[in-house]
């Protein structure tokens, strides 16, 4: 039988799967490969089971890159697994399912007994060593290096359950150090310091340098003041209306554009202000953000539905000259984090409101009926947009790219959910088209 080529492997996808076959090896087994309609083209090993039954065991894609396999090395892994057959093994699936359990199995077992070492080593861990090692982690990346957060914590926190250790820390520890504050009147400095501290001990959790996160239980608004929760969501109504605002509001087109890339993607704004180009392919409809520069220090990939990719693409034709998708004047790095924030802030003031200069009559440009939204309720109102369309909670979460809260889930439920948030943004996608069409 003919051995499969690489010219055979490049012809053109038609409608239906095309197979090729190579010729049997040592009597065990035949290397094939499928071409998709999709333009795929995958290696498969078949051989005959214990049962008399032919089974293909899928061994890898065809192509260059990471991950991928060129014809020798799909060939060579056929030979390793004829071999596997050859010497008595003619369950192949079964026998690599057995592995993969056992490797599992061995995995989780060293897991627990690094997890049971780690806790008895961080058990002895200070919050004041803790704040050190958010302070090199997490503050460093602040616009002051975190020079203002050490400042409140070396006044009002450290002194007060810096010396206790991490696992020791109950929720009122966190009340002991805010009451003082409320001693003082100063009850915004009381909410700020409770939610720097919350950061910090949730920073932890994500660690698992502590199990749970001992402020969890305490409302913010029993610290210093109510406090307005942030739960806008834009209805299909506002944003069909802010699609007919939104060219008039006197803003630049980038600061339009991020309007709808935030929406369509459910990114963050300051994920999206600071992108640079080399992380988003538009051909691929593939949107990286490296760990660096997502807030909660974990890579995330969003896949780029058909509108996305029109905004990304009007965006490139204005700064893609540039390395950043938002460049400052200089073009020596991204525009500050806040400036979307404040153009659309100052949009949305009210008749009464202090007039900025040359853009009075913009005042109200952008307000919407039911009260003002800034750029993070477009990331909220984009994953209620999916759930209304049919996608599962959890699956929003990972477009969101929330970390899991539950650390047993998070331990032991690897699914990368990728074809399913590639479904939902998508979906999205379409849906904000069609509305702002």
């Given at each position: 039988?003919?051995?499969?080529?690489?010219?055979?492997?490049?012809a053109?996808s038609?409608?239906?799967n095309?197979?090729?076959?190579e010729?049997?090896?040592?009597?065990?087994?035949?290397?094939l490969?499928?071409?998709?309609?999709?333009?795929e083209?995958?290696?498969?090993?078949?051989?005959?089971?214990?049962?008399?039954k032919r089974?293909?065991?899928?061994i890898?894609?065809?192509?260059?890159?990471?991950?991928l396999l060129?014809?020798?090395e799909?060939?060579?892994k056929a030979m390793e697994?004829a071999?596997?057959?050859k010497?008595?093994?003619p369950?192949?699936k079964?026998?690599?399912?057995?592995?993969e359990?056992?490797h599992i199995a061995?995995r989780?077992?060293?897991?627990?007994?690094?997890q049971?070492?780690?806790?008895?080593?961080?058990?002895?861990?200070?919050v004041?060593?803790?704040?050190?090692h958010?302070?090199?982690?997490?503050?460093?990346?602040?616009k002051?290096?975190?020079a203002?957060?050490?400042?409140?914590?070396?006044k009002?926190?450290l002194?007060?359950i810096?010396y206790l250790h991490v696992?020791?820390?109950?929720?009122g520890h966190?009340t002991?150090?805010?009451?003082l504050l409320?001693?003082?009147?100063v009850n915004?400095?009381?909410?700020?310091?409770?939610?720097l501290?919350?950061q910090?001990f949730?920073?932890?959790?994500?660690?698992d340098i502590?199990?749970h996160?001992?402020?969890?239980?305490?409302r913010?608004s029993?610290?210093?003041g109510?406090?307005?929760e942030?739960d806008?969501?834009?209805n299909?109504?506002?944003?069909?209306l802010?699609?007919?605002?939104?060219?008039k509001?006197n803003?630049?087109?980038?600061?339009?554009?991020a309007?709808?890339?935030?929406l369509?993607?459910?990114?963050?704004?300051?994920?999206?202000?600071?992108?640079?180009?080399e992380?988003i392919?538009?051909?691929?409809?593939?949107?990286v953000?490296?760990?660096?520069?997502?807030?909660?220090?974990?890579?995330?990939?969003?896949?780029?539905?058909?509108?996305?990719?029109?905004?990304f693409?009007?965006l490139?034709?204005?700064n893609?000259?540039?390395?950043?998708?938002?460049?400052?004047?200089?073009?020596?790095?991204?525009i500050?984090?806040?400036?979307?924030?404040?153009?659309?802030?100052d949009r949305?003031?009210?008749?009464?409101?202090s007039?900025?200069?040359n853009?009075?009559k913009?005042?109200?440009?952008?307000?919407?009926?039911?009260?003002k939204?800034?750029p993070h309720?477009?990331r909220?109102?984009?994953?209620?947009?999916m759930?209304?369309?049919?996608?599962?909670?959890e699956?929003?979460?990972?477009?969101?790219?929330?970390?899991?809260?539950n650390?047993v889930?998070r331990?032991?439920q690897?699914?990368?959910?990728?074809?399913?948030?590639?479904?939902a943004?998508?979906l999205?996608?379409a849906?904000?088209?069609?509305?702002?069409?």
């Amino acid at each position: 039988m003919a051995k499969i080529t690489d010219k055979a492997l490049r012809a053109k996808s038609t409608t239906k799967n095309q197979w090729l076959r190579e010729s049997m090896i040592w009597g065990h087994g035949s290397l094939l490969a499928r071409i998709t309609p999709a333009g795929e083209r995958l290696f498969y090993f078949e051989y005959t089971d214990s049962n008399k039954k032919r089974v293909a065991l899928p061994i890898g894609t065809f192509g260059s890159g990471v991950g991928l396999l060129s014809l020798a090395e799909a060939r060579q892994k056929a030979m390793e697994l004829a071999s596997l057959h050859k010497s008595g093994i003619p369950d192949l699936k079964e026998h690599f399912d057995r592995e993969e359990k056992l490797h599992i199995a061995t995995r989780e077992a060293e897991l627990a007994r690094i997890q049971a070492e780690q806790r008895v080593i961080e058990s002895k861990l200070t919050v004041t060593q803790l704040f050190e090692h958010w302070a090199k982690v997490d503050l460093i990346n602040r616009k002051d290096g975190g020079a203002e957060v050490r400042r409140m914590f070396q006044k009002d926190v450290l002194p007060i359950i810096g010396y206790l250790h991490v696992a020791d820390i109950k929720k009122g520890h966190f009340t002991e150090v805010t009451d003082l504050l409320l001693a003082r009147g100063v009850n915004r400095m009381a909410n700020l310091i409770f939610s720097l501290m919350r950061q910090m001990f949730r920073f932890a959790v994500d660690r698992d340098i502590i199990e749970h996160d001992p402020s969890a239980n305490i409302r913010k608004s029993k610290i210093g003041g109510k406090q307005v929760e942030r739960d806008r969501v834009l209805n299909e109504d506002e944003i069909q209306l802010l699609a007919m605002k939104l060219p008039k509001a006197n803003l630049l087109i980038p600061s339009q554009l991020a309007v709808w890339i935030s929406l369509s993607t459910c990114c963050r704004i300051g994920e999206l202000l600071s992108a640079r180009w080399e992380h988003i392919d538009l051909e691929k409809g593939v949107w990286v953000i490296p760990a660096e520069s997502s807030k909660n220090g974990r890579l995330h990939t969003i896949y780029l539905s058909d509108f996305a990719k029109q905004q990304f693409q009007a965006l490139r034709n204005i700064n893609g000259e540039s390395a950043y998708c938002y460049p400052n004047r200089a073009d020596d790095g991204p525009i500050s984090s806040k400036t979307v924030t404040k153009q659309l802030g100052d949009r949305q003031k009210s008749a009464d409101g202090s007039a900025y200069s040359n853009r009075t009559k913009h005042m109200q440009a952008l307000v919407l009926p039911h009260g003002k939204w800034p750029p993070h309720d477009l990331r909220r109102t984009g994953a209620t947009l999916m759930t209304a369309l049919g996608v599962l909670p959890e699956v929003a979460e990972r477009c969101l790219n929330h970390i899991e809260e539950n650390k047993v889930k998070r331990t032991y439920q690897r699914h990368s959910y990728q074809k399913e948030m590639a479904e939902a943004w998508v979906l999205l996608g379409a849906h904000v088209a069609q509305l702002v069409s």
